[in-house]
């Protein structure tokens, strides 16, 4: 009886560290498995977040590449006290310049500020666009802001007195370069070139701004480039133009949407644009006795080429 008892004490034993040593193998295995599986994550996590940031950074580096030989071309092809250009990438900001902060006549890229502030209005419900406001002479007499009744547009050939909406008037002075359009959108729109408008474009281009009259290149495509970001109907005004086989848009491929606004005063010729191409950019070129416009749309293309 004493045997069989010790026998089954031993045997019953036997099973018992058999257990054990099964458990301690399985929780060796787990905690071999839980450890080695976190590493793989962060493993897997790192590589992921890798793969995302190389392409940004793979084409941050390529625009600026790019926009490195833009500058070399005007280093070497414009390197002129005529010229005014200023060429920003809408991908990565980055820029070339070649005499980008020299004031020029604006002649008729004196609109800009117009143009933009009535979009603005619009934009924050200030202003209805299809409200509509009297054509009266008074547009044409702000001190300092108004252009001349004169010269390029169809507003002039209007009775006094006529209603307009603030709509109507811009997509005129956008597609005729309409000069009593500007007045008419920035004494309506601006509320005649007040001083809210004066600080909104003074915060734009870095600077006070007193005059429509006086502008660089640089300033005009950092307006421009506001005029993109509102991605508002005055950039489809601005792309269907009277000007839009000349100059900036002449060259680039006709698929391409090129919003642009030009300005012609004597000796002075300018076209500010955005190019709408798979990398979209902006480029402004002034000129005084420099060049002509078919000069702008070779620079143009060369741009457009190196970019796209």
Known sequence: MKFRQLAAFLLSSLVLLSGCATNNSQEETYESTRVEGVTKKQVDDSSSLKSREEPKA??????????????????????????????????????????GNRLFFAASTGKLPALYYTQKMFDEKKIDPNKKFPYVDDINEVEDYSYMRAGAGVLQDEELGTEFSLDQIMEWTAKHSDNQGANFLGYYGGDKFGSDMQKEIARIIGRPWHIPFEVTPKENALLMKAIYEQDGKLVTYLSK??????????????????????????????????????????????????????DTSILSKKVYDILN
């Open 58 to 99: 793979k084409q941050g580096t390529t625009e600026k590449a790019k926009m490195a030989k833009v500058q070399q071309l005007l280093d070497e092809e414009y390197n002129e006290e005529g010229y005014g250009i200023y060429v920003e990438s809408l991908v990565d900001e980055s820029s070339a310049s070649m005499n």
């Open 241 to 294: 133009t009277d000007y839009d086989n000349e100059r900036i848009a002449e060259y680039i491929p006709k698929d391409v949407k090129v919003a642009h606004k030009i300005g012609d005063a004597e000796e002075f010729t300018h076209d500010i644009a955005i190019v709408y191409a798979k990398n979209p950019y902006i480029i402004s070129v002034m000129t005084e006795d420099a060049g002509s416009y078919e």
